[in-house]
């Protein structure tokens, strides 16, 4: 939650808590080599080549390796004679960005040549997937990431990995492969289509909102934050609300997660809002990072009420220009009155045919899942036990029986520092909470991702923690702090000491 001081009193940073440049992925397929055949090895032109799944060595987040040994290579044989393909029949759509990545070594130092291709005749390439990358003796992480020209239906191998030029009796370990949609949502799968809001009703909290005020010194002299809240006494549908009090007559912009929009297309906000007074004025502007979009203005009273707005997406091939962000603004007039405002049952959707009214509205997924942690650990020796909290609803009148996912990145690296796994039943309509601890023993930021493993319908958000070192305040020594010993030449800090 943002915190500004109006008449020209700036307090804090701008910092939303869900910021506007972070796009999550949709996991779509993980390779962990329990599948049969959708991993395939092939050798010609004199090589022999083996796989087999092995338990001696891991990698370092534990996960099972597929060993692949290059029996015979000769040096004559192309880099293309031993090939390692992953099976994939999922389909791609054209002008998404998609995303390969995996854990990498070998016993000795060789190119591991990729592309992404058909994996039946004519057996073409994707454009733009050829990729070399040194692979050594200590493990890698391999990122290739690409964009379909068109839409794929045929199978597909994603990737194949050319092998032979790794030379003769090399082993080479591969950690599981993942294939993710880049900036979908983290863990996503078949998103409803009728709503690209996550937590849209407020039945899981405040989870995926952030509010910033502009405050007001004339009225609210002490300069309180009143963050929103969830009002479970009054609703739309479900069992809660969202309420932004503002007794301080302060303006205010309340921000839910962003979505991905396909270019050029038709798209529908819904929105039911109340107030405490009879007229209040608010603003809701949709738009991408070039403030493409759509904007209404709409006059809000005491009972509950929708409200909507249409417009059409940019036309722009570029997959950053797709994300889009609502803001509403309220409170803006020096005028307005001291009231709160209700939300409740957002929705953006492409299907103009019945996403209206009480009966119209639906959540993004069966299931919606988030991550709640600490956002601050400090530690004295770079070491810290984070506890994740991941909270999940069931949207749907059935009960849900599925695997819950965690996976903790360092946020730099990429590298997955650790996964826990569990099994959960949830009751039609329940939210529950799951509780888990992973150690960490570095200093940086760290990137959760829950998921479901084995259900085909949630939406899950991320998040993050930091660990930073403990503050120790001592005296300044100039001599020794080569910044501060410029700055103070420059005559930017105070002389003497």
């Given at each position: ?285 949709i738009c991408n990072r070039n403030w493409r979009g759509g904007m209404s203005t709409f006059t809000v009273g ?25 803001a509403l603004r309220f409170g803006r007039a020096e005028n307005v009155a001291a009231t709160d405002l209700w ?113 085909s319908s949630f939406v899950a958000l991320p998040n993050y923690f930091t660990v930073i070192g403990k503050y ?26």
């Open positions: 939650h943002t915190v500004m001081g109006k008449n020209s009193i700036l307090l804090g940073f701008i910092i939303l808590a869900f910021s506007f440049t972070l796009h999550a992925d949709e996991q779509i397929k993980v390779w962990d080599y329990t599948g049969g055949k959708d991993v395939q090895l092939g050798a010609q032109n004199g090589c022999e080549a083996k796989k087999q799944l092995t338990d001696s060595i891991k990698t370092p987040a534990g996960e099972k390796c597929l060993e692949v040994e290059l029996i015979k290579a000769p040096a004559e044989a192309s880099y293309w004679s031993v090939q390692l393909k992953y099976d994939y029949k999922g389909g791609l759509k054209k002008s998404e960005e998609y995303e390969i990545r995996f854990m990498c070594k070998a016993t000795q130092g060789g190119v591991l040549k990729s592309v992404c291709a058909l994996n039946q005749s004519p057996w073409s390439q994707i454009p733009k997937t050829n990729r070399s990358t040194e692979i050594g003796t200590d493990w890698k992480e391999v990122t290739y990431t690409f964009t379909a020209d068109k839409d794929y239906s045929e199978a597909l191998a994603l990737p194949r990995l050319m092998l032979a030029r790794f030379g003769e009796s090399a082993k080479i370990y591969f950690g599981p492969i993942s294939l993710r949609r880049k900036g979908s949502g983290a863990g996503v799968r078949a998103r409803n289509e009728n709503n690209l809001f996550f937590n849209s009703g407020f039945e899981m909290g405040t989870d995926g909102y952030s509010t910033l005020k502009y405050l007001r010194i004339d009225s609210n002299k002490d300069l309180v934050f009143e963050k929103a809240v969830i009002d479970n006494t009054t609703s739309v549908s479900g069992k809660q609300s969202l309420r932004i009090p503002n007794r301080f007559r302060e303006e205010v912009l309340v921000y839910p997660w962003e979505a991905k929009l396909q270019p050029k297309k038709e798209y529908h906000f819904s929105i039911w809002m109340k107030a405490g007074a009879d007229k209040l004025s608010v603003n809701a502007w005491r009972e509950w009420k929708e409200y909507k707005l249409s417009f059409i997406s940019q036309d722009d091939p570029q997959s950053r220009n797709n994300y889009y962000h609502l939300l409740d049952n957002l929705q953006l959707t492409s299907n103009k045919t019945g996403y209206a009214g009480r009966d119209g509205y639906a959540p993004a997924a069966d299931v919606e899942i988030t991550a709640r942690t600490q956002k601050i650990y400090i530690s004295e020796d770079a070491s810290a036990e984070a506890v994740i909290e991941s909270r999940l609803i069931n949207n749907t009148d059935k009960a849900v029986s599925a695997e819950l996912v965690l996976k903790v990145f360092d946020d730099y690296t990429g590298r997955m520092v650790g996964e826990k796994k569990s099994a959960v039943t949830l009751a039609a309509g329940e939210v529950k909470s799951e509780k888990s601890t992973f150690a960490v023993n570095r200093y940086g930021v760290y990137r959760v991702e829950p998921a479901l493993s084995d259900y120790q305040s001592r005296p300044i020594n100039y001599r020794k702090i080569f910044v501060l010993a410029l700055m103070k030449l420059a005559g930017l800090l105070p002389t003497g000491g």
